[in-house]
């Protein structure tokens, strides 16, 4: 037997909001719908936060950093990558 009581009066952490990550797989998809449709998604679901994360992850289509080159502390060889320009800036 398994029995759970909810004290809703008791709170333990604050929401500050409600979003989801900017991957690179979730803008092919958002890019691959017409111009009209693009905001509908981001629009419907209401977000107030948004993620986006630095160089590639797991969902995206190939492996990338911004500046591969060790040691290279002054960021001289630090790039943007066409996933950024096209589908996320």
Do not use: W
């Amino acid at each position: 037997d398994f029995h759970l009581t909810l004290d809703m009066a008791q709170r333990y952490q604050k929401v500050k909001g409600f979003g989801g990550s900017v991957t690179d797989s979730a803008a092919i998809n958002i890019l691959s719908l017409s111009k009209d449709a693009q905001n509908h998604p981001l629009r419907c679901i209401e977000y107030n936060l948004v993620r986006v994360p630095m160089a590639s992850t797991d969902f995206s289509v190939r492996l990338y950093t911004y500046a591969d080159a060790e040691g290279d502390f002054q960021l001289k060889h630090f790039n943007l990558t066409e996933e950024d320009t096209r589908m996320k800036v």
